[in-house]
C-alpha cells in the first residue's frame, strides 16, 4: 500500500522568503502525486498535481513541485511567499487501488510572519 | 452545482444522540469520499462510493458509521450515538470517475459532540 510522509508539521517563514515543504512517498509503481492546501475553515484546494512527463510542475498560486523519482519526492516550492499563503499543506498519492487509492500525508502548517 | 457542497456547514449536538451529514457532489461525478479531520490531523479515510459498485467501507471506524449514496448522487453519512471523540470536521470529495483522478472537497462539516 502506499505511504506518504511530510516530515515537517510546522514550518515559519518571513513574507517574501522562499519556502520549500518536502513531501516522501512510498509506491511500488509510478505514482499520481498531488498537492493540496487548506486555508483555515476551509476544505482542500487542489495546488498541483504530476501524472507523468516534465517532472516539474506548475501550480496555481505561484506554486512549483518538483517530482524525483530517486529520491522518492515531491517537494513543492514557492520562491516568495505571500501572507495569505498562511494554510495547512497536504501531499497525496494515489493509485490504481479500489476504494481508499487516495493517501494523504499528515499536512504541514505553514506560518508567514510579516 | 459548481462545487460540491455540504450540509450542515456546523453541527452540535449532545452525546448519544444521531447525526446525519449530506454531501452534494459535482454532478456528473461518480466517485465520492468520505474523509474525518480531528483538530490538528491530517485526513482520514472513511468511505469510498464508485458507480453502482458496493462501497468501500474499511475507513469506518464502528458500527455506529454507515453512509449511502442515493441514485448515484447526494451521499449521507450517519453517525449513532454520537460520543465526543466523533468531534472532528468531516470532509466530502467527488471525482469524475474514480481511481487516481483529482478529488474536488467540500467545505466540510465541523461536528461539536458534547
Known amino acids: 500500500a502506499q505511504s506518504v510522509t511530510q516530515p515537517d508539521i510546522h514550518i515559519t517563514v518571513s513574507e517574501g522568503a522562499s519556502l520549500e515543504l518536502r513531501c516522501n512517498y512510498s509506491?511500488?509503481?509510478?505514482?499520481?502525486l498531488f498537492w493540496y492546501v487548506q486555508s483555515p475553515g476551509q476544505g482542500l484546494q487542489l495546488l498541483l498535481k504530476?501524472?507523468?512527463?516534465?517532472?516539474l510542475v506548475q501550480g496555481i498560486k505561484g506554486f512549483e513541485a518538483e517530482f524525483k523519482r530517486s529520491q522518492s519526492s515531491f517537494n513543492l516550492r514557492k520562491p516568495s511567499v505571500h501572507w495569505s499563503d498562511a494554510a495547512e499543506y497536504f501531499c497525496?498519492?494515489?493509485?490504481?487501488?479500489?476504494?481508499?487509492?487516495?493517501?494523504f500525508g499528515p499536512g504541514t502548517r505553514l506560518s508567514v510572519l510579516p | 452545482g459548481a462545487g460540491v457542497s455540504q450540509s450542515p456547514s456546523n453541527k452540535v449536538t449532545e452525546k448519544g444522540k444521531d447525526v446525519e451529514l449530506r454531501c452534494d457532489p459535482i454532478?456528473?461525478?461518480?466517485?465520492l469520499y468520505w474523509y474525518r479531520q480531528s483538530l490538528g490531523q491530517g485526513l482520514e479515510f472513511l468511505i469510498y462510493f464508485q458507480g453502482n459498485s458496493a462501497p468501500d467501507k474499511s475507513g469506518l471506524p464502528s458500527d455506529r458509521f454507515s453512509a449511502e449514496r442515493t441514485g448515484g448522487s447526494v451521499s449521507t453519512l450517519t453517525i449513532q450515538r454520537t460520543q465526543q471523540e466523533d468531534s472532528a470536521v468531516y470532509l466530502c470529495?467527488?471525482?469524475?470517475?474514480?481511481?487516481?483522478?483529482?478529488?474536488?472537497f467540500g467545505p466540510g462539516t465541523r461536528l461539536l459532540v458534547l
Open positions: 497525496a498519492v494515489a493509485s490504481d487501488n479500489y476504494g481508499q487509492n487516495f493517501v
Open positions: 454532478s456528473g461525478h461518480t466517485a
Open positions: 504530476y501524472f507523468s512527463g516534465d517532472t
Open positions: 509506491y511500488g509503481a509510478t505514482p499520481y
Open positions: 470529495a467527488s471525482t469524475l470517475a474514480g481511481g487516481r483522478e483529482t478529488q474536488y
